[in-house]
């Protein structure tokens, strides 16, 4: 296939496309091909954020008074104008991070999902009414924007993720400053594009690209940004949250997961291998809801390792654009080493039952392409069981009851997903009870979240918001609470004369 030419692009700052201040750039390859250059972004620095934050801070005197019905009708048009270029952006987003082409589709579509049902809000934004404890007085709460939001995305998810945060963020009032993934810079650029062609006032919505320590941590220390929603990896998300507390900035983390999809002895094998051959692999594995540990009874363990180990052999790599592929590249040189460190760590405290190391025979010899990979016999205390992968590598970790797979399911810092293969509803029952994530799927993969229900999770995955559904709200929101006094008099709560 020809190679696009290479086009030069810009940062979205008070309306206008930008150079950063110092000119320097970044380069956007295709991780299916190195030698595909995307385009050439702009690296920011504090300089070009602080334009930025000005611009957004400048935005937020009008748009916090435009009526929320008004705001929602731009992302109602955004929303249409993404329905009309889903195919486009899904097979741009392929070209640039190498999901295949079905899951960017997905991704696009969750995207269009999130910014419908936000806009839909417009009409909503519930608050309260209530009784005064008082005669001829009234109490009411109603929710206000924050001011102007920093929000930092990773790569995974190009353009679903951040539209789980522009849109409750637009629709509630706020202004942004928004600093995407330097591995999926066009992504981000398209989606501002809609939203601007869209209708948004100029300042609303600024674009920052570039580096995580450098625009990135421009964003965190900014003194008028009030609010940070970011999600990435739980490393730098502890820094994201040390730095905001500094100058007492509301804080969203989405963090890593080690999911796990629990398999018992009265599973449908066969929908426990679809599963866990969607979840493990699919994204190549990059997913924060990768089913990356498989917690199977004693009684099947030999069945479903068999039945999982023939199909995981069957996934064709390769360039995600292409209808013969199942499993894409990893997104970088850098993280394909990092997997290939746990898998060389699993190999030692584990069976390697195939895969194991990167692949770059003929076609694939300028991606970053690793081969599917599944262990056996993994204890639920391994490297390989604790930690996240981000890639296309699974552990089948054998146990003896129930009690034993909830207990090694919970066995982990992070508590985003978890599933459980059952015919029998009281173990279905209890897994929901006791196990210890945002989000527990029944006779379903890990993966597969809905935009109007809360998506996010426990422990080390983040700091107890939750993206998308009703919850996206709370984030984007500062309650004020209203008391008018209509008898004329001085009236005191609590019963004092
Ligand atoms: P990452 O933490 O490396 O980067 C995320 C974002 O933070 C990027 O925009 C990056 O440029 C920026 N960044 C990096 N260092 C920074 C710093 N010092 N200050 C400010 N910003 C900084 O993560 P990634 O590799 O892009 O994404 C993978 C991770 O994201 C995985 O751990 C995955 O589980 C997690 N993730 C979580 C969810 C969720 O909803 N829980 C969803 C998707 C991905």
Redo the contacts with the bound molecule.
């Keep these: 296939m020809p190679l696009a030419a290479t086009e030069t692009y810009k940062n979205y700052i008070g309306g206008k496309w930008v150079q950063s201040k110092e000119g320097r750039t970044f380069e956007d390859r295709n991780p299916a091909n190195r030698d595909d250059i995307i385009g050439i972004f702009p690296k920011s620095s504090k300089e070009d954020v602080d334009a930025a934050v000005q611009a957004a801070r400048k935005a937020f005197h009008s748009w916090r008074l435009t009526p929320a019905p008004i705001r929602a009708e731009i992302l109602f048009k955004a929303g249409q104008m993404l329905m009309q270029k889903k195919e486009e952006f899904a097979k741009l987003m392929t070209r640039e991070m190498g999901k295949v082409l079905k899951e960017a589709r997905g991704d696009v579509q969750e995207a269009i999902d999130l910014i419908f049902y936000a806009a839909g809000e417009g009409r909503r934004l519930f608050g309260q009414t209530t009784p005064s404890e008082l005669p001829d007085k009234f109490a009411m709460s109603v929710r206000t924007p924050v001011g102007v939001c920093g929000l930092?995305?990773?790569?995974?998810?190009p353009m679903a993720?951040p539209m789980w945060k522009m849109a409750p963020a637009l629709v509630c009032g706020n202004t942004i400053v928004f600093?995407?993934?330097?591995?999926t810079p066009l992504c981000a650029a398209k989606l501002v594009e809609v939203l601007v062609e869209a209708g948004l006032p100029d300042g609303v919505l600024n674009l920052i690209h570039?580096?995580?320590?450098e625009?990135?941590?421009a964003?965190?220390n900014h003194p008028d940004i009030q609010l940070i929603s970011?999600?990435?990896?739980?490393?730098?998300?502890k820094?994201?949250a040390l730095?905001s507390a500094e100058k007492f900035k509301r804080v969203s983390l989405?963090?890593?997961?080690k999911n796990c999809i629990l398999v018992m002895d009265d599973a449908n094998l066969d929908l426990a291998v679809d599963g866990a051959v969607w979840g493990a692999f699919g994204t190549s594995g990059?997913?924060?809801?990768?089913s990356s540990r498989l917690i199977v009874h004693k009684k099947v363990v030999k069945d479903y390792t068999e039945k999982l180990l023939e199909r995981t052999k069957k996934l064709r790599l390769g360039d995600g654009l292409l209808p013969t592929t199942d499993v894409g590249p990893v997104?970088n040189e850098t993280?394909m080493k990092k997997i290939h460190e746990y898998v060389e760590i699993g190999k030692k405290e584990a069976k390697l039952l195939t895969g194991g190391s990167p692949f770059n025979e003929g076609d694939l010899a300028k991606g970053n392409f690793y081969s599917p990979t599944l262990f056996g016999d993994v204890k639920p205390s391994a490297v390989i069981a604790q930690e996240?992968i981000?890639g296309p590598v699974t552990a089948i970790i054998p146990v003896e009851n129930m009690e034993e797979a909830f207990h090694a399911a919970n066995q982990v810092r992070y508590g985003?997903s978890s599933s459980i293969y059952t015919q029998d509803v009281n173990k279905a029952f209890k897994a929901m009870r006791e196990l210890e994530t945002g989000i527990v799927y029944i006779n379903s993969s890990t993966i597969g979240a809905e935009v109007h229900l809360p998506?996010?999770?426990t422990k080390d995955?983040?700091n107890g918001h939750r993206?998308a559904g009703q919850t996206m709200l709370d984030t984007y929101t500062e309650w004020k609470t209203i008391y008018v006094d209509y008898s004329g008099k001085l009236q005191k709560a609590q019963g004092i004369d």
Aim: hydrophobic share 35%; proline share 4%; net charge negative.
């Design positions: 930092i995305t990773p790569w995974n998810f993720i600093k995407p993934a330097s591995d570039g580096s995580g320590e625009a990135g941590m964003v965190l970011f999600t990435g990896s739980a490393q730098v998300g820094e994201v730095k989405e963090l890593g997961g990059q997913r924060c809801t990768a997104i993280r996240e981000f985003l998506f996010g999770g995955t983040g993206e």
